[in-house]
C-alpha cells in the first residue's frame, strides 16, 4: 500500500522567509496530491493540490512541485505571515477510481516567527 | 469553507458511557470519512462510506461504530468510551469522482475520564 512521508516535523522560519515541506510517497500508481493546513481547534482545510500531470502549481504565496520520477513533491510558502503559522498535512491518493481513500503524511508544524 | 459540520465539538465524559458523536455535510457527497487525530498529529482513517447503507473500516482499527442512513449523516457510536478513546475525531467527505478533494468539519474533540 501507498506510504507518504513528510519532512521536517516542525519547522521555524522569521517572518518574510520562505518555508519548504517535502513529502515523499511510495505507490507510483498515485496521481493526486492535496496538501492541508490545520489551524489550532479546527479541521484541516485543503490549500493548494496538484495532478500527475502537472509538475508545479501556483497559488499567490503558494506553490507545489511534483516530481513524479523520484516521487516526491514539496509545499513553498513564500513572504511568511504569522497567519501561516499551522500544521500542513501533504497526502496521496489515486483520485481517479471510486473508491480510493487519502493517505496522509504525518504533518509538519510551522511557526512563523515575527 | 465547505459545508460540513461536527457535534459536539468538545465532549468529557465519564468511563463506559455511550456516546454518538455526529457529522453531518449538505454538499450532496456520497463519500465521509471518520480519523482520529492523536496528539501527534497524524491522521488515522478509522471509517469510510460510499454512499447509503455502506460502511467500511478503515487503517486503524477501532472500537466506534458508523451507519449511514442518509446521505448527509454519518454518526460515530462508542458504545462504552474508556480512555483509550480520549482523541479528536474529525470527519470528511468527498465526491465520489473527480477531484477526490476532501472536506473537513471542525473536529469533535472527545476526553474520556
Known amino acids: 500500500g501507498e506510504n507518504v512521508e513528510q519532512h521536517p516535523s516542525t519547522l521555524s522560519v522569521q517572518e518574510g522567509d520562505s518555508a519548504v515541506i517535502k513529502c515523499t510517497y511510495s505507490?507510483?500508481?498515485?496521481?493526486?496530491f492535496p496538501w492541508y493546513k490545520q489551524e489550532l481547534g479546527k479541521g484541516p482545510q485543503l490549500i493548494i493540490d496538484?495532478?500527475?500531470?502537472?509538475g508545479e502549481k501556483k497559488d499567490q504565496r503558494i506553490a507545489v512541485t511534483l516530481n513524479k520520477t523520484a516521487k516526491h513533491f514539496s509545499l513553498h510558502i513564500t513572504e511568511t505571515q504569522p497567519e501561516d503559522s499551522a500544521v500542513y498535512f501533504c497526502?496521496?491518493?489515486?483520485?481517479?477510481?471510486?473508491?480510493?481513500?487519502?493517505?496522509f503524511g504525518p504533518g509538519t508544524r510551522l511557526s512563523v516567527l515575527p | 469553507e465547505a459545508d460540513i459540520y461536527q457535534t459536539p465539538r468538545y465532549l468529557v465524559i465519564g468511563t463506559g458511557k455511550k456516546i454518538t458523536l455526529e457529522c453531518s455535510q449538505t454538499?450532496?457527497?456520497?463519500?465521509m470519512y471518520w480519523y482520529q487525530q492523536d496528539p501527534g498529529m497524524e491522521l488515522h482513517l478509522i471509517h469510510y462510506?460510499?454512499?447509503?447503507?455502506?460502511?467500511e473500516k478503515g487503517d486503524l482499527s477501532s472500537e466506534s461504530t458508523v451507519s449511514r442512513i442518509r446521505t448527509e449523516h454519518f454518526p460515530l457510536t462508542l458504545e462504552s468510551a474508556r480512555p483509550s478513546h480520549t482523541s479528536q475525531y474529525l470527519c470528511?467527505?468527498?465526491?465520489?469522482?473527480?477531484?477526490?478533494?476532501?472536506?473537513f468539519g471542525p473536529g469533535t474533540r472527545l476526553t474520556v475520564l
Open positions: 454538499m450532496g457527497h456520497d463519500k
Open positions: 496538484i495532478r500527475s500531470n502537472v
Open positions: 505507490d507510483s500508481a498515485s496521481n493526486y
Open positions: 462510506s460510499y454512499g447509503v447503507n455502506s460502511t
Open positions: 497526502a496521496a491518493s489515486k483520485g481517479d477510481n471510486y473508491g480510493q481513500n487519502f493517505v
Open positions: 470528511a467527505s468527498s465526491e465520489p469522482i473527480g477531484p477526490d478533494t476532501q472536506y
